[in-house]
């Protein structure tokens, strides 16, 4: 661990904070004197207080002790970069347009990673109107369903989140272009073809 890169993070993630040193140091019930030392290089925090600090400063404990916090790239706003995370606790769907850490239910999050369709997982689309009409023959049942399906182009997410014993049939409106993703319970994330405005894919 080095105590000038610890030090430094914290220095700037208290101003970000618009805190004094001695309004961390009160917040932690240690002296200002400590924190001086910090931030100056000359120490670094011990381990028993890490897990208050970094909730203070809002930082991860990992971020903490590399002293970097390392930003990601800007993604121009391309929701073609978008991953999808999903907690097998509690069902909670989340998504980022960026590399993160994400966690649910006291467990770190593993980006689920797409897989083209298969037989089981193959979907029908109907162009009605202005819209995509899907229907997915899938499974529907308590512990093996489609729990959602998400439509993006490169600007925007269109997200619908399906339940057990309901059909698996949605309708979202057209894009310029985009690709569909759904998500089942037990096998995890499919990705298929894009999708045309005008067009009708059976498959």
């Not at 208290?14 to 030392?37: F, P, W, Y």
């Not at 800007?74 to 999808?84: A, K, L, V």
């Not at 590399?99 to 089981?120: F, H, Q, V, W, Y």
Request: neutral net charge.
């Amino acid at each position: 661990m080095d105590c000038n890169k610890v030090g430094g993070l914290i220095l700037s993630l208290r101003k970000e904070k618009n805190m004094t040193q001695k309004d961390l140091a009160e917040l932690m019930n240690i002296s200002d004197k400590t924190i001086s030392k910090w931030e100056r290089g000359l120490g670094c925090p011990d381990v028993s207080l890490l897990g208050e600090l970094s909730t203070i400063l809002g930082v991860h404990i990992e971020k903490l002790l590399s002293g970097e916090l390392n930003p990601n790239e800007q993604d121009r706003g391309n929701m073609n970069q978008i991953r999808f995370y999903a907690c097998q606790s509690c069902g909670n769907v989340m998504t980022s347009t960026g590399a993160t850490s994400i966690s649910c239910c006291g467990r770190l999050l593993k980006e689920l990673l797409p897989k083209p369709e298969n037989e089981e997982h193959k979907i029908t689309v109907d162009a009605i109107e202005d819209d995509y009409f899907i229907t997915i023959p899938h499974e529907m049942s308590r512990d093996h369903y489609i729990s959602f399906v998400a439509y993006i182009s490169y600007d925007r997410l269109l997200f619908m989140k399906l339940y057990p014993e309901q059909n698996a049939e949605l309708r979202f409106p057209q894009m310029h272009g985009g690709t569909l993703y759904t998500y089942c319970t037990r096998h995890g994330l499919w990705k298929h073809e894009k999708l045309k405005n005008g067009t009708r894919r059976i498959t």
